[in-house]
């Protein structure tokens, strides 16, 4: 996908994703649906960005608040800040994915607490575990990977053939997209502070699409 996903001097980026880091919250709440207000526990880890209150509602108000049936993936978990809301919302069915142990754990806790049973909590990679996933098999999916780690364009590539018909990747990078990746068409885009996030809708015809109006939430 050469220059469609957000590319910037490495250093900056790193540097953007150090400061969220050490500015993210211990924990964070959900803010609609079934579990508003409930809290989630968020991990000192390196690169964990819960995704902001703000920014989560401008999201679904985009998305609609109703997600009633549908199959959302998260695939770089985290928090679980992005997955856990969609469930709240009625969606039937939510994969987490999360490498690293710790975190892993903590996502399985709270899907017991709020007894969330339409989640599944799975320790993977999420490019690879995207690459043999079946086509078509989710209306959303959520990329948010760690800033430094180049992950954009691998991850957009892999998650592109799991969305149904008219389906949803919603991306937060370091930098704004000036075009859709091919197939894609870009519904939505913001920023808060550093971080750009993006609404992209699936587009059988669609070659990449100019940018959508900026939303500042």
Do not use: C
């Not at 953007?16 to 959900?30: G, I």
């Amino acid at each position: 996908m050469k220059s469609h996903a957000p590319t910037r001097e490495a250093r900056g980026g790193a540097s953007r994703s150090a400061a969220a880091t050490a500015n993210a919250p211990r924990e964070v709440r959900l803010i609609g649906g079934l579990w508003k207000r409930s809290k989630l526990p968020v991990a000192d880890k390196p690169g964990l960005r819960p995704t902001p209150d703000r920014v989560r509602e401008t999201l679904f108000n985009w998305l609609g608040q109703d997600l009633s049936g549908w199959r959302v993936l998260d695939a770089y978990a985290g928090s679980g800040a992005l997955g856990f809301e969609a469930a709240s919302r009625g969606a039937a069915q939510v994969t987490l994915l999360e490498r690293d142990t710790q975190l892993v754990a903590s996502l399985r806790a709270s899907q017991q607490r709020l007894k969330a049973s339409q989640m599944d909590v799975r320790q993977a990679d999420a490019i690879a575990w995207m690459r043999s996933a079946a086509p078509g098999s989710f209306e959303l999916v959520f990329i948010d990977p760690p800033f430094d780690a180049n992950l954009f364009d691998a991850s957009i590539a892999a998650a592109r053939p799991l969305l149904a018909s008219d389906g949803f990747i919603y991306l937060e990078a370091p930098v704004a997209l000036t075009q859709a990746p091919a197939g894609l068409r870009l519904h939505r885009q913001g920023r808060a502070g550093a971080v750009f996030f993006h609404l992209l809708q699936r587009d059988d015809h669609a070659g990449g699409t100019a940018s959508a109006t900026e939303a500042q939430p």
